[in-house]
């Protein structure tokens, strides 16, 4: 019996086509890994803004770090908690101030990490897109 040997790049074309579509994969890959240094690049630029915007939050109901009677009456600073947010499409650990209502003895939700803690449905369309853009078939 015969064996035959198949050297790649001859004969119908086939070698060139696939080095084509591996060449086009490394591409899509190294875009991606861009894409992903990228995201990882401003994650703590994110994160900076993130804990401004809850401080200046938290100063505007509890008032000034020790200073005493600043904010709203009754309101003081309560710690901080292990918390999370959305940054693009990644949830990231962070240390969230804490607020509480001292005459009612309750804790005061701070809206902005409310609205940071939920994954936005812009970014969840737009990470649809690039899923399709990526894929050869649509995601649901």
């Known amino acids: 019996m015969k064996s035959m040997i198949r050297i790649p790049g001859r004969g119908n074309g086939e070698g060139s ?5 591996v060449s086009e ?14 995201i ?7 994160l900076e803004a993130v804990e401004h915007t809850l401080q200046r ?5 509890a008032g000034e770090r020790y200073v005493r009677g600043g904010g709203q009456a009754g309101h003081a600073r309560w710690g901080t908690q292990a918390g999370s947010v959305y940054l693009s ?19 005061i939700p701070l809206a902005t990490y409310q609205s940071l803690r939920a994954p936005r449905r812009a970014e969840e369309a737009a990470l649809r897109k690039v ?7 649509a995601t649901p």
């Open 89 to 107: 499409d990644q949830r990231v650990s962070i240390e969230v101030p804490r607020v509480r209502d001292t005459l009612r003895n309750q804790e």
């Open 25 to 38: 994969a490394e591409g899509m890959v190294a875009k991606l890994n861009v894409r992903v240094e990228l």
């Open 57 to 61: 939050e938290v100063t505007a109901l």
């Open 17 to 21: 086509r696939e080095a084509k579509q």
């Open 131 to 137: 899923l399709n853009g990526l894929s050869c078939r």
């Open 40 to 46: 990882q690049a401003l994650i703590p630029l994110g």
